[in-house]
């Protein structure tokens, strides 16, 4: 492990014990008002699913630069991006959030791994969802094909400001750091971002059509393409 990967390490510990500060908190209130509330409980779950979900992210992220050879095979993108979607549905539906799925461009299959680039976009996806500005704004995933290659990612209607995000990252681990001033934390971009670069691929922050978004990119394999 070189010294680069300890202290990014680091970094994303710190980021995920500030995250998880809200999560925790709420969970411990949500039971002490009423513990036989059905709908209680289902925030409950709700609450610790993202938390979980933030905690396998970062082992993730660290396992996977740990390896010295990363477990890569062929996969089928769009199938992880519906699977993302189907995590995201009942968050977006908590937030007044419309959730749609334009995943067109993604049928070539791609060098991966499911479990990793999973972890990424339904942490990111967490993120987006939570920095909607007001009620019934949108998020999409989306993937599309510029090129050779086959870009995927999710984007939302609500504007993110690029030189808050580059602020944010600088600060990451230090102090929780919203999207927005709806958002509970842009963790999720970051864990997102960390797994994205143990694979050798960037996140980018991207303007597409009046909507901003998280993207990565794919090379498309030649010889596993679909029939």
Do not use: W
């Not at 799925?101 to 939570?130: C, H, Q, W």
């Not at 963790?187 to 996140?203: E, K, R, V």
């Amino acid at each position: 492990m070189t010294a680069d990967n300890s202290v990014d390490e680091k970094r994303l510990l710190a980021v995920l014990a500030e995250q998880l500060k809200l999560p925790i908190t709420q969970m411990s209130r949500l039971v002490e008002l009423n513990s036989d509330n059905e709908e209680l409980i289902r925030q409950i779950n709700e609450t610790s699913e993202i938390a979980l979900q933030l905690i396998y992210g970062v082992i993730l992220s660290i396992n996977t630069k740990s390896q010295t050879s990363l477990n890569l095979e062929p996969i089928c993108l769009s199938r992880v991006l519906r699977s993302t979607a189907d995590d995201l549905l009942m968050h977006a539906k908590k937030y007044d959030c419309e959730l749609e799925l334009d995943i067109s461009s993604s049928s070539n299959p791609v060098m991966g791994n499911f479990r990793a680039y999973k972890s990424a976009f339904t942490t990111l996806g967490y993120t987006l969802v939570e920095s909607q500005q007001k009620p019934g704004g949108k998020v999409i995933i989306k993937s599309y094909r510029q090129k050779d290659k086959i870009y995927a990612g999710i984007f939302s209607d609500n504007k993110i400001d690029s030189d808050s995000y580059k602020r944010a990252k600088i600060l990451a681990g230090t102090a929780r750091q919203p999207l927005s001033k709806n958002s509970s934390s842009s963790a999720g971009i970051f864990i997102a971002d960390s797994i994205f670069s143990a694979l050798a691929t960037n996140l980018d922050l991207v303007r597409r059509r009046n909507l901003t978004g998280f993207v990565t990119s794919f090379v498309p394999s030649k010889q596993l393409e679909l029939v």
